[in-house]
């Protein structure tokens, strides 16, 4: 008898974007009129600029060619790579990486999941409410989650640091203390971005607790003020307590051709069940020798031009482009007495929903009223229910669309 994984039996299935597409499907099927515009599914919609294309032009010919065939690469990434990322986004900030410190893989979804592999099975996970839902699904397929309440919305061993409007989405440190806690800024769903101090407080209620952060950084590319860190590392030891995950996804659009990668700094250490520290680096380099064979040649070398002069110019333009889209979004609906937050360092515009509506009900009504789609905020986690997500990553000209359908909406 062969037995799986009951962990997995426990999931609870993801119906948010299931249902999300079931109810359009429906809704357009009954309305073959409607021209529906989607503000929903966090994908990018600009194609990859021409200085990346031409990089992998390049990349491809070289394959074709005995002398600069590339076969097996590093596990850990082409140190072509290693480099450009050490120099364009720590030592620019003042951060100093080591080349081993950083691991190239095939976008942060899949090391945010794999990065448990390392970590101990009775370690307490914290949570940000809402949250991307990979931490918490991750940790239930580990055994790390318990079981889920009653309400189904809590598993029994998860700590949840809500963030809403009342603590303006700024989590307040934890009353139990968890061992390992996942923090996304800027933020998915909600678009808001931790201040250097508040999240060199974080830091430091890890140093003093010796628990572990897990930094997703994937939408670091929007920050736009000053004050708001692109890097958990440039706050005071950080590297003795975090673990930072970054993607090429939104940042060069990266979406369908998958990079990322990971910094595990050598001064980060964990305990073993003696009670001795162990080096964590070490640890992730074996599990990623073992289990990954890298990320290809082709994609490094595009993810290589993202650095490039003429990369960096370009990729700009785009980032700018969805932000102007957050920016029209975001003044457009609050000019007509929306409650909205996010949006001004993330692509996430995060609505309040008027008079008391639910996330599903607001949902209904936009989709039937202005044929707008966009995403619950209740299927991000319990805290997000009475708030609804609309992205900065459609066209500019569906954006305008959609904001003048809203305008004219009677609610
Ligand atoms: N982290 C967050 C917060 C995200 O929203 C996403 C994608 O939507 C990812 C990670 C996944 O990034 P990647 O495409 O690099 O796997």
Not at 95 to 108: H, M, R, S, T
């Amino acid at each position: 008898m062969v037995l799986i994984n009951e962990n997995y039996l426990k999931l609870t299935e993801s119906y948010l974007f299931s249902d999300i597409k079931k109810k359009v499907t429906a809704y357009q099927e009954q309305h073959p009129e409607a021209r529906i515009i989607s503000l929903g599914i966090g994908d990018v919609t600009r194609p990859i600029v021409p200085a990346i294309i031409e990089a992998m032009h390049k990349a491809v010919d070289e394959m074709g060619h005995a002398e600069t065939f590339r076969g097996y690469g590093p596990e850990q990434g082409y140190r072509f790579l290693q480099d450009r990322i050490i120099e364009h986004d720590y030592r620019s900030r003042g951060v100093e990486l080591d080349a081993d410190e950083i691991f190239v893989g095939d976008g942060a979804k899949s090391d945010l999941g794999n990065i448990g592999d390392i970590l101990s099975v009775k370690n307490r996970v914290a949570v940000t409410d809402p949250v991307y839902p990979v931490y918490v699904d991750t940790n239930v397929m580990a055994g790390r989650a318990g079981e889920l309440a009653g309400d189904g919305e809590h598993w029994s061993q998860i700590v949840y640091l809500p963030c809403t409007a009342e603590n303006n989405f700024v989590p307040a440190l934890p009353t139990e203390r968890p061992d390992i806690i996942y923090l996304c800024y800027p933020n998915n769903p909600t678009g808001t971005a931790l201040s250097k101090e508040e999240l060199q407080k974080w830091v430091d209620y890890a140093l003093e607790n010796e628990s572990l952060i897990l930094f997703d950084a994937a939408y670091e590319a929007f920050i736009h003020d000053e004050n708001i860190p692109h890097s958990i590392y440039e706050m005071k030891g950080a590297k003795q307590v975090a673990i930072e995950f970054r993607s090429f996804s939104k940042t060069a659009g990266f979406t369908g051709l998958r990079c990322g990668y990971t910094v595990v700094p050598k001064e980060l250490k964990l305990y073993n069940a003696a009670g001795e520290k162990v080096g964590v680096n070490r640890l992730w380099n074996r599990r990623q020798t073992t289990k990954f064979n890298g990320t290809s040649y082709i994609v490094q070398r595009a993810a290589e031009a993202a650095y490039s002069q003429l990369g960096t110019q370009q990729i700009k333009e785009s980032i700018e482009y969805y932000m102007r889209n957050a920016r029209l979004l975001k003044e457009s609906l609050q000019r007509i007495g929306l409650q909205i937050f996010g949006g001004d360092n993330a692509p996430y515009i995060w609505v309040k929903t008027p008079n008391g509506l639910s996330s599903w009900k607001f949902f209904d009504r936009l989709l039937h009223e202005c044929h707008i789609v966009g995403t619950p905020g209740v299927g991000f986690g319990p805290s997000g229910e009475g708030y609804f997500r609309l992205t900065a990553f459609g066209r500019y000209e569906d954006t305008v669309e959609a904001i003048s359908r809203i305008q004219e909406w009677k609610l």
